[in-house]
Structure formats: C-alpha cells, structure tokens
C-alpha cells in the first residue's frame, strides 16, 4: 500500500525558511509518477506549489517560483519542500501527494498533512 | 493561470437527498477535472478523475459531468458519511488549480 507522510516543524517565524519532508513508502519515488506538495489555508483554499518528477525536473508554481525548492534523496525515498523568506500568509496545512499523469494528471495518493504556523 | 470557481459555497441536506456542486473554469479544459472529498481531519480523498471517471471503490452514488468550462458534480442519495468539503481542480494546464470548496453538511 502507498503511504506518504508530512513531517517537520508546526512554527516557523517570519522571513525564516519552512522546511518539510515527505516519506513515501509502498513505492520508489523514482519509479514513475510525480510527487507534489500542495496546502490549504484556513478557510479552506487549496494551492498546488510545485512538484518533482521521477526523473528528478521540478516544476513550480509561478506564484511561488522565486520562494520555493523542491528537493529530494531517493536513497531515504523522501521528497522535500524548501519555502523561503515566509509571511503569515504561509500558515497553513502542508499536504504531500502523488501525481499520477498515466492516464491523466490527479493526486490520487496524500498525506495526511502537516500544520504550519507562521508567527513571531 | 485557470480560475475554477465553484459553488455554492456550502450545502446543508438531509440524507436522501440529492447534491449537486458547480465547478466553471475560466478557460476551455476539456474534462480535465477532477473531484475531491476531504473530512474533518482527514486528507483529500479522489472521487472522480479526468473524464468523469469514478475512482475504483467510490460508490455509484457519486459522479460528474461536463465539458469544456462548466461541470457538476452530484452525490444521489447523499449519507451522513458524506460530510465534508468537497473540492473541484482542473488538471489542463498548470499551474493546478482548485475550486474554493463546498462544505456539505447533514441535517
């Protein structure tokens, strides 16, 4: 079965940098697929940030772009989130999900979810 | 960048009965949309992938249609285990983008 799970820091203060990982087991992240972080605010908005395919190429989301690294080690088969220079704008639930664009693009497999606060 | 505008922005229902939510997209995507189902401390969970496809193990009581920019999706005979923020995202083109979600709620 394919379980991934979020981990890392619950607060972070502002213009630091949030780091999180996410451990992925029941399948080698290099295997195929592309692996995502997506969060939710509260009052529940959703926002894709970015992913990193099996081949290791990232693709971000231009509202992010300057701020964001997604990073990985596939001997420990985790991928991570790098968001820099963060606000109170960024509290929200980190989620880590896989992307499967065999037969069309949808995160079929998530994480349970990380909770971050920004704050001083 | 796709805007998905959803609606409404919450439902309250009594079990029976039938849901539909709208999901419009700011841009032609074909049926590249899927449907998500997130409850109360829970991840999301697929419902319905690109193509108005029902994920295997959801119940018949759930589907979706449309094309292009506009789309509904319905629960037929809506549970009180059907709780919950039910989210649309377009998978055309990125960046993926979601609607706003739409709380469903039991009476």
């Known amino acids: 079965e394919i379980q991934l799970q979020e981990s890392g820091p619950g607060l972070v203060k502002p213009s630091q940098s949030l780091s999180l990982t996410c451990s992925v087991t029941?399948?080698?992240?290099?295997?195929?697929?592309?692996w995502s972080w997506i969060r939710k605010f509260p009052g529940n908005k959703m926002e894709w940030m970015g992913y990193?395919?099996?081949?290791?190429?990232?693709n971000y989301n231009p509202s992010l772009k300057i701020r964001i690294s997604i990073t990985r080690d596939t001997s420990k088969n985790q991928f991570f989130l790098q968001l820099n220079s963060v606000t109170t704008e960024d509290t929200a639930t980190y989620y880590c999900?896989?992307?499967?664009?065999?037969?069309?693009?949808?995160?079929?497999?998530w994480g349970q979810g990380v909770m971050v606060t920004v704050s001083s | 960048e796709t805007t998905v505008t959803q609606s409404p922005a919450s439902l309250s229902m009594a079990v029976g009965e039938k849901v539909s939510i709208s999901c419009k997209t700011s841009?032609?995507?074909?049926?590249?949309m899927n449907w998500y189902q997130q409850k109360s401390g829970e991840a999301p969970k697929l419902l319905i992938s690109?193509?108005?496809t029902l994920r295997p193990g959801v119940p018949s009581r759930f589907s979706s249609s449309g094309y292009g920019t506009d789309f509904v999706f319905t629960i037929n005979n809506v549970l009180l285990g059907d709780e919950g923020i039910y989210y649309c995202?377009?998978?055309?083109?990125?960046?993926?983008?979601f609607g706003a979600g739409t709380k469903l709620e039991l009476k």
């Open positions: 029941g399948y080698t992240i290099t295997s195929g697929y592309d």
């Open positions: 995202q377009q998978s055309d083109n990125v960046p993926y983008t």
């Open positions: 690109e193509g108005n």
């Open positions: 999900a896989r992307l499967d664009w065999e037969l069309g693009d949808y995160f079929d497999y």
């Open positions: 841009t032609d995507i074909d049926d590249d």
């Open positions: 990193i395919s099996n081949s290791g190429s990232t």
